[in-house]
């Protein structure tokens, strides 16, 4: 199942109501309740831990958060934890994201929180700049990689025509792990790219959330897959 990930980041755009709306035009454009379109794609919205039960009234499809700290519920104010954003309708979580990087040590505790708490399926990407640093988070066993080359992100220049063969040398990193790529894709044929390469999905932004119809950007997306 090939998967689009959008970050809607602190966006305005992607931020409250407009969240909402966001959120919903992702669902819009699926064929089924888990969020899976008619092209075999799942849709999967990442907001801001404050949206996201407002967004989960909203919406069926599964709603990510951008962070998640691994301290436990208790004494640990202004800390995002696992608890609160399970009861929130979160679904899965970015870690180490290239604007949000946490120690690796950090990123263990995280995914060992996840994993103590099997009751509810949570999902986890962790992020990565580099190959150097991929093959020591891919030790931790994450459910997905993130693969993002930082100075591409936001741009014109997509990680798919800039780095075809790192893709092809992270994918025989990750081996088993679905591995995602993300930075500067921005058009249908990055997406179609990137499939081709053998990646399990991609992360979008700003080419989604900036659009001036992001329903209709999504649409564009899905006409080559």
Known sequence: MFKIFINFKTYPQGTGERAVGLAKACEELRGTEAGETERGVEIIPIVQAADVFRIKEKVKIPVWVQHLDWQTQGTFTGWQNLEAVIEAGAAGTLLNHSEHQ????????????????????????????????????????????????????????????????????????????????????????????????????????????????PKEKITEFLKLL
């Open 102 to 213: 946490i120690p690796p040590g950090m990123i263990k505790q995280t995914l060992v929180r996840v994993r103590d708490r099997d009751r509810v399926k949570f999902e986890v990407m962790v992020c990565c700049k580099t190959l150097g640093q991929m093959e020591r988070l891919i030790k931790l066993k994450p459910d997905f990689i993130g693969y993002e080359v930082s100075e591409l992100i936001g741009g014109k220049i997509s990680i798919t025509d800039a780095s075809p063969k790192m893709i092809g040398h992270a994918k025989e990193i990750c081996q088993e792990i679905p591995l995602i790529v993300g930075a500067g894709i921005h058009k249908a044929e990055d997406l179609a790219q990137a499939k081709k390469l053998g990646t399990s999905g991609v992360l979008i932004s700003s080419a989604v959330v900036l659009a001036s119809d």
